[in-house]
């Protein structure tokens, strides 16, 4: 029977029987080489360069997340684009539209963020909510206080493991990330600060939303009603959808758009003048915290990338939910 070379060679050994000095030199040789001289289908999984890093992870609480990479983006709106809004906003809302709500987000600006992290590919669950803090929706409503329910007027709060957390102030989701942070797994946890949130709504885009300039129910949740930038009316569904219900981002991740507002880790300013421009929170002055991403009930001007809301900390609605990020531990 004939024996098989190990290694690159696949040659026969046949060759070489008679003249076992031969066959040892050219062993010494190809050792010498670097050739290895184990079966291929032996080697275990190749070496990677030690600054890459894994493109998602799961942490044990089953929170899925993708990197987000270092890199530099425009932040804010123009004023043609603030007015824009406006008049949108005017157009669906009338009697109570203010400019105000969008000149928030002026100036226009470069933002860099210099070290990437981790994002949560979806608003946090109110099943990875119950795993961690051990609270329902419904004990979450009842501590809003009276006068709030899962249902009234119009709208409602859906209840499923796979539907948004929602009724969670912001006090309560620097608590859930301590609870995280806990857990020791090598990452720690936090909200988005401002910059990064916006940073990873575009993925790499200069469009009023990550699909383009117009944004219809179709691509996201909210009152379908009022699309934007000529897209064509739809569906108002009322609630909230399980998350990952609409298309993702070229980042992968989902429902930046809609869905249920989230909250993110700065002081809310009237303006961008003084704020940070390396990606960090902006933790001094304020005294209420920024929310991103419209909701539900919006109008689809006001789930643009750069429009931005605030509550006070200790807000507590329906519609107001977060998602976190993770980097590694350095120690």
Not at 204 to 226: C, I, K, R, V
Request: net charge neutral; glycine share 12%; with cysteine.
């Amino acid at each position: 029977m004939k024996e098989k070379c190990f290694g690159a060679f696949g040659s026969d050994f046949s060759l070489f029987r008679g003249n076992k000095l031969k066959f040892v030199l050219l062993l010494l040789v190809l050792v010498l080489a670097g050739v290895p001289l184990t079966p291929l289908s032996a080697q275990g999984p190749q070496r990677t360069s030690p600054n890459a890093v894994p493109k998602s992870i799961r942490n044990q609480k089953g929170i899925e997340m993708v990197w987000i990479p270092a890199g530099s983006f425009t932040m804010g709106s123009t004023d043609a684009q603030i007015q824009a809004a406006y008049a949108d906003a005017k157009n669906a809302f009338p009697e109570n539209a203010k400019l105000e709500w969008f000149s928030g987000e002026k100036p226009r600006h470069q933002g860099t963020i210099r070290e990437g992290f981790y994002m949560g590919i979806y608003e946090l669950t109110q099943a990875q909510w119950r795993a961690v803090m051990g609270t329902t929706v419904q004990q979450q409503v009842e501590k809003a206080g009276p006068g709030w329910s899962l249902s009234g007027g119009t709208s409602r709060v859906e209840q499923g493991d796979n539907y948004p957390m929602v009724f969670v102030s912001w006090n309560e989701a620097q608590e859930f990330t301590e609870k995280l942070n806990a857990m020791n797994d090598g990452y720690l946890y936090r909200l988005p600060t401002e910059a990064e949130w916006e940073y990873a709504c575009r993925a790499g885009t200069t469009t009023e939303f990550a699909f383009g300039d117009s944004l219809s129910s179709d691509q996201a949740n909210f009152d379908g009603s009022h699309p934007y930038g000529g897209a064509g009316k739809g569906v108002y569904r009322h609630g909230a959808t399980p998350v990952g219900s609409f298309q993702p981002n070229a980042w992968g991740l989902y429902d930046m758009h809609g869905n249920v507002y989230e909250w993110v880790q700065d002081w809310y300013h009237d303006s961008y003048t003084g704020a940070p421009n390396d990606g960090s929170a902006w933790l001094s002055g304020g005294d209420k915290r920024v929310i991103r991403s419209g909701a539900y009930g919006s109008n689809a001007g006001n789930l643009r990338s750069a429009v931005r809301h605030m509550f006070t900390p200790d807000t507590r609605t329906g519609s107001l939910g977060f998602r976190v990020v993770a980097v590694a531990r350095t120690q």
